[in-house]
């Protein structure tokens, strides 16, 4: 429990016999703080995906910084100060004590995200041919990938080779417990789903395969491997032609931030793929078919997928109101 004037707790991160990797918040004596653990402890039971843990566990490091920023305790939170929170999420000088918490814009829309990700795409070196810049044109592909597909990327980092079908022009999402790099289709046995990709990514897609991944001599049969030859991981060993893991998309994407000045996370994409398919169907007049939509993201549920990834904004819920009123003279005058 966070105690008053404490330092807000920080995240570590463990591999679990039988759990794989997961996400833990520790106080300033590196002791956990048990009912977060407790919390995570249950997430991973019930066969939560470890980048599913991972994101709690950063929630909760959120909220437990608002806690210490107000010197409260866990057990002393109201109501109100549930409110607070949700406000203080939105200040970006949320981190300074000094700024108060006032409400900001929400998240991009999908058409902002779209404009910026080009922005992003471009500051990604991508020389001449595949193999002069092998990383780049990894790089590059992956995020075209997580926006073309709306991949979760624990979802596109376990994609194996066997996992491509070209002729059925996409690739398959299979839910896979013991992935060497950690990562997992977060849907669950018996829930794999197969999503249709555009010619002209699969075209690239070819190129990574037959140009680039097979001249890095792969150790494993995933896709997504590591190419920089002096790659090492902790203990030293070299890492260069295994899977590549979650951590390391997540650096590549901080990287290409600050090189860009556009922050992007990988989930961001995921987001606007969803959204511009709903908006597709406004733009053409026609009724969003939310089980198709459900099923390219694999949600169990269509009201997931109807209130977490459609992020609509003025004008076009003001499409989707005129829309109703045509059909509803039409119906009139029928």
């Given at each position: 429990?966070?105690?008053?004037?404490?330092?807000?707790?920080?995240?570590?991160?463990?591999?679990?016999?039988?759990?794989?990797?997961?996400?833990?918040?520790?106080?300033?004596?590196?002791?956990?703080?048990?009912?977060?653990?407790?919390?995570?402890?249950?997430?991973?039971?019930?066969?939560?995906?470890?980048?599913?843990?991972?994101?709690?566990?950063?929630?909760?490091?959120?909220?437990?910084?608002f806690l210490a920023h107000r010197n409260m305790r866990v057990s002393?939170?109201?109501?109100?100060?549930?409110?607070?929170?949700?406000?203080?999420?939105?200040?970006?000088?949320?981190?300074?004590?000094?700024?108060?918490?006032?409400?900001?814009?929400?998240?991009?829309?999908?058409?902002?995200?779209?404009?910026?990700?080009?922005?992003?795409?471009?500051?990604?070196?991508?020389?001449?041919?595949?193999?002069?810049?092998?990383?780049?044109?990894?790089?590059?592909?992956?995020?075209?990938?997580?926006?073309?597909?709306?991949?979760?990327?624990?979802?596109?980092?376990?994609?194996?080779?066997?996992?491509?079908?070209?002729?059925?022009?996409?690739?398959?999402?299979?839910?896979?417990?013991?992935?060497?790099?950690?990562?997992?289709?977060?849907?669950?046995?018996?829930?794999?789903?197969?999503?249709?990709?555009?010619?002209?990514?699969?075209?690239?897609?070819?190129?990574?395969?037959?140009?680039?991944?097979?001249?890095?001599?792969?150790?494993?049969?995933?896709?997504?491997?590591?190419?920089?030859?002096?790659?090492?991981?902790?203990?030293?060993?070299?890492?260069?032609?295994?899977?590549?893991?979650?951590?390391?998309?997540?650096?590549?994407?901080?990287?290409?931030?600050?090189?860009?000045?556009?922050?992007?996370?990988?989930?961001?994409?995921?987001?606007?793929?969803?959204?511009?398919?709903?908006?597709?169907?406004?733009?053409?007049?026609?009724?969003?078919?939310?089980?198709?939509?459900?099923?390219?993201?694999?949600?169990?549920?269509?009201?997931?997928?109807?209130?977490?990834?459609?992020?609509?904004?003025?004008?076009?819920?003001?499409?989707?109101?005129?829309?109703?009123?045509?059909?509803?003279?039409?119906?009139?005058?029928?």
């Open positions: 429990m966070v105690e008053v004037n404490e330092v807000p707790p920080r995240v570590v991160a463990a591999d679990v016999p039988g759990r794989g990797r997961m996400y833990y918040l520790v106080d300033s004596q590196d002791d956990f703080l048990p009912e977060a653990k407790a919390f995570l402890d249950w997430k991973a039971a019930t066969r939560r995906a470890p980048t599913t843990v991972k994101a709690y566990c950063s929630r909760l490091s959120w909220y437990y910084h002393e939170v109201t109501p109100a100060d549930l409110t607070a929170f949700v406000i203080w999420l939105c200040n970006p000088y949320r981190d300074v004590k000094t700024v108060p918490a006032i409400s900001q814009p929400s998240p991009l829309t999908a058409t902002s995200v779209n404009l910026i990700f080009q922005i992003f795409l471009n500051s990604i070196h991508l020389a001449e041919n595949p193999n002069a810049d092998p990383t780049g044109f990894r790089d590059r592909l992956l995020c075209l990938m997580l926006k073309e597909g709306g991949f979760r990327i624990g979802e596109l980092l376990g994609m194996r080779m066997q996992d491509l079908e070209f002729g059925k022009h996409g690739v398959h999402v299979r839910f896979r417990p013991d992935n060497e790099n950690g990562a997992r289709a977060k849907a669950g046995y018996g829930r794999d789903r197969f999503v249709h990709l555009p010619d002209d990514l699969l075209g690239l897609l070819d190129i990574y395969i037959t140009e680039v991944w097979i001249e890095a001599n792969p150790r494993t049969d995933h896709l997504w491997i590591v190419l920089r030859k002096e790659a090492k991981d902790q203990a030293g060993q070299r890492t260069c032609g295994t899977a590549l893991r979650v951590s390391s998309v997540e650096k590549m994407f901080q990287h290409y931030s600050n090189k860009s000045h556009v922050r992007l996370h990988p989930h961001v994409l995921r987001h606007t793929h969803a959204t511009q398919m709903v908006l597709s169907y406004l733009r053409d007049g026609e009724d969003v078919d939310w089980k198709f939509v459900q099923e390219r993201l694999g949600h169990t549920s269509v009201v997931t997928t109807m209130q977490t990834y459609t992020h609509l904004n003025d004008e076009d819920r003001k499409l989707a109101y005129e829309r109703y009123l045509k059909k509803k003279e039409g119906k009139a005058h029928a």
